[in-house]
């Protein structure tokens, strides 16, 4: 069982910057590969970021890519999004979430076995 809270979320300025953090629960953090969502108001969860249990290897949205960075630190149980040059269209709730699929990058929100309970990002124009 992983239990996930996330932080730093808020408003910002279109161009601005935010980290959102997720602290996990558990020894086991380090066995799941875990991903960042997002869902904006009338549309459905999506893939934002993912990283790899071992730390080593990332994958994004193409929405996103070059303007978000995901990390982990596996001795701190908490997983990092770093984003840069928002836009309103970013605005949404940012969820951090845990996979047992190891083997590839999941995308898929059915994949994933734990969630947090999110956390707010707006970004004013």
């Known amino acids: 069982q992983v239990q996930l809270v996330e932080s730093g979320g808020g408003l910002v300025q279109a161009g601005g910057s935010l980290r959102l953090s997720c602290a996990a629960s558990g020894r086991t953090f380090s066995s799941y590969n875990m991903g960042w969502f997002r869902q904006a108001p009338g549309k459905e969860r999506e893939f934002v970021a993912a990283?790899?249990?071992?730390?080593?290897?990332?994958y994004y949205a193409d929405s996103v890519k070059g303007r978000f960075t995901i990390s982990r630190d596996n001795a701190k149980n908490t997983v990092y999004l770093q984003m840069s040059s928002l836009r309103p269209e970013d605005t949404a709730i940012y969820y951090c979430?845990?996979?047992?699929?190891?083997?590839?990058?999941?995308?898929?929100?059915?994949?994933?076995?734990?969630w947090g309970q999110g956390t707010q990002v707006t970004v004013s124009s």
């Open positions: 990283v790899r249990w071992s730390a080593d290897n990332t």
């Open positions: 979430a845990a996979t047992r699929v190891l083997s590839r990058f999941s995308v898929y929100v059915n994949e994933y076995d734990y």
